[in-house]
T-cell receptor, first 118, second 112 residues
Framework: EAGVAQSPRYKIIEKRQSVAFWCNPI?????LYWYQQILGQGPKLLIQ????????DSQLPKDRFSAERLKGVDSTLKIQPAKLEDSAVYLC????????????????FGNGTRLTVT | DAKTTQPPSMDCAEGRAANLPCNHS???????VYWYRQIHSQGPQYIIH???NNETNEMASLIITEDRKSSTLILPHATLRDTAVYYC?????????????FGGGTRVLVKP
């Protein structure tokens, strides 16, 4: 099966600029996640979608970060305006819908977008 | 979700078994133990998970102690491609989805 696709692979912007990342999950996966991974740390969940609804965005800095998942498939994560501390890898992951035999399904990650804010 | 404790780093020899420990002394009865690894410049990759019983798949074996307070991930024949950061995560299955909370992991270096 095709994996989770993310683009762009790398992005360099200046502080106060805006940036958007795109994610295409594995076909049939209803749950989609965006994680932020700062160098040397484990990934941190930013937002979780179930189909096109938000399940958890408690750690999303909503004053500058936004995410959407129109039609319950692709998703975009936007930062506006960017700060120096936003420099990180942004990872997208997907998993099968919770429930029944798929309740325990693992997450499948893309290779991320490396953002550098100068 | 319960926290885990892992050594920050470890080395192992190519071709030998790699045993990666994880302590999760506050684990609850309904929390699963998951292992992921992250190779440089890639996203985390699922390895294995279990609740009570030992588990084995084509990648690794997971040994969970009887009291479930610790576990060991075993890579039976480590190769250079197994060099990665390994994350041990415990979490409850929730109806709303399978959120994972990552710690710092163990940085494993497989040496020739």
């Amino acid at each position: 099966e095709a994996g989770v696709a993310q683009s762009p692979r790398y992005k360099i912007i200046e502080k106060r600029q805006s940036v958007a990342f795109w994610c295409n999950p594995i076909s049939g996966h209803a749950t989609l996640y965006w994680y932020q991974q700062i160098l040397g740390q484990g990934p941190k969940l930013l937002i979780q979608f179930q189909n096109n609804g938000v399940v958890d965005d408690s750690q999303l800095p909503k004053d500058r970060f936004s995410a959407e998942r129109l039609k319950g498939v692709d998703s975009t994560l936007k930062i506006q305006p960017a700060k120096l501390e936003d420099s990180a890898v942004y990872l997208c992951a997907s998993s099968l819908r919770a429930g029944g035999s798929s309740y325990n399904s693992p997450l499948h990650f893309g290779n991320g977008t490396r953002l550098t804010v100068t | 979700d319960a926290k885990t404790t892992q050594p920050p780093s470890m080395d192992c020899a190519e071709g030998r078994a790699a045993n990666l420990p994880c302590n999760h002394s506050t684990i609850s009865g309904n929390e699963y133990v998951y292992w992921y690894r992250q190779i440089h410049s890639q996203g985390p990759q699922y390895i294995i998970h279990g609740l009570k019983n030992n588990e084995t798949n084509e990648m690794a074996s997971l040994i969970i102690t009887e009291d479930r307070k610790s576990s060991t991930l075993i890579l039976p024949h480590a190769t250079l491609r197994d060099t990665a950061v390994y994350y041990c995560i415990v979490r409850v299955e929730r109806a709303a989805g399978n959120k994972l909370t990552f710690g710092g992991g163990t940085r494993v270096l497989v040496k020739p």
